[in-house]
């Protein structure tokens, strides 16, 4: 068969576990699902809308232009119908709770149906991907596979995080630094002699890209982020290795690293976000680690997301099935407009529906106080009692 430039189709989307919402219009590298994998469709050469010859991916999928690429030059070869199925150690992001996931190339007229795809020709992707070793304190080293070329899907809450983890440094790069090695050694001798340090996190922060009306406190570090228009980051915040969508509002003495935000998100003062996604509308007072906050949803402050369990490794649930954590370690999944109140800790790897709100025990929560009550004082069944020493 001769070489031909197919069309791709907008991705069919599917509820994303807990969060609320459609996988299309969830969060993927600082923007919609939909318009982001249009944008990675069209760098990957292919056009955009339907046509005798079309590639598609499975329900919920994401995927990179290296892979769309990949599997348009493979499939290429293949006379009909063709599915692609990704092998090798970055098969594990197109399988449970993430999958499955698969690419289609649709060739001729007819419907497209499940059995059609089911008797097409199958092709492998095999990508062996890079091993990194990610140092945990919790039980020493474990490793993570990453390749330009992924296939993830985002059923789960934990593979839309994965998917922008995952591509989170790439994305920056070509933001703050281009596509084009002439240009990018360029800008990173700017960037050095604009800090005036090899540092690479000093030149990181040379080299950030602000979008309209962005206001930084002079005591902020923010280094190597992308942050959109009328972003505001307060007194002695650090942001490192971010995307911060409009809107937003970074409060004195936070933290946030190596996490994508969405538009009108507000971390407030002292909160801490790491590893995480947080949709638009969010907000953070407390603690999260590899966590996703969908729309309006809200950790108040002394709350805490917890990232690890007692007795490694953690497991997300996915419908009646139980499915490791990659490191052995994942956050929580909280839904949209949900609110995790102060004081409240949530283990790791559970997953918390849209429009609930999370208190402490009664017994620890005061609610009445006589106005006789003087000294030492303790909280029983929500009431103020002398406390008995012993």
Not at 22 to 51: F, I, K, V
Request: charged fraction near 20%; charge should be positive.
């Amino acid at each position: 068969m001769g070489f031909s430039i197919p069309s791709f189709l907008a991705p069919v989307p599917v509820p994303v576990t807990a969060l609320g919402i459609p996988s299309d219009a969830a969060l993927w590298e600082g923007t919609p699902l939909a318009e982001r994998q249009r944008q990675h469709a069209q760098t990957a050469g292919l056009s955009w809308g339907d046509s005798a010859d079309v590639i598609s991916l499975s329900e919920g999928a994401c995927a990179t232009d290296e892979l769309l690429k990949r599997f348009w030059k493979e499939s290429d070869a293949v006379d009909g119908d063709v599915v692609g199925l990704v092998d090798g150690p970055m098969r594990q992001w197109a399988e449970g709770p993430f999958g499955p996931a698969f690419l289609v190339r649709w060739r001729g007229p007819g419907e497209r149906t499940p059995a059609r795809a089911a008797a097409a020709r199958k092709i492998s992707l095999f990508i062996e991907g890079k091993t990194f070793n990610i140092p945990l304190a919790q039980n020493g080293d474990a490793t993570l596979v990453n390749d330009p070329a992924r296939l993830i899907g985002v059923h789960h809450w934990s593979g839309l995080l994965w998917a922008n983890l995952l591509g989170l440094a790439d994305t920056l790069r070509i933001a703050l630094l281009g596509n084009h090695w002439p240009g990018v050694i360029g800008r990173v001798l700017w960037g050095a002699l604009k800090a005036r340090s090899q540092d690479p996190w000093q030149v990181a922060g040379a080299l950030n890209r602000r979008g309209k009306g962005v206001r930084i406190h002079p005591t902020a570090v923010v280094e190597g982020c992308q942050l959109g228009d009328r972003v505001e980051v307060g007194p002695g915040a650090v942001l490192r290795g971010c995307m911060i969508g409009a809107d937003s509002r970074i409060e004195p003495q936070s933290v946030v690293a190596f996490s994508v935000l969405g538009e009108k998100v507000v971390v407030q003062r002292q909160g801490f976000v790491m590893f995480s996604v947080l949709h638009a509308g969010a907000s953070v007072g407390g603690s999260l680690q590899l966590g996703v906050l969908g729309p309006e949803a809200s950790l108040k402050r002394g709350a805490y997301l917890l990232d690890q369990s007692l007795v490694p490794p953690v497991f997300v649930m996915q419908g009646d099935q139980r499915w490791p954590a990659p490191l052995g370690m994942i956050g929580v999944g909280l839904g949209a407009r949900s609110v995790v109140g102060t004081g409240v800790q949530v283990a790791a790897g559970r997953t918390l529906p849209p429009d609930i709100q999370l208190v402490p025990s009664g017994d620890s929560l005061l609610r009445s106080i006589a106005p006789e009550a003087r000294g030492l004082l303790e909280v029983k069944e929500g009431k103020l009692h002398p406390l008995v020493r012993r």
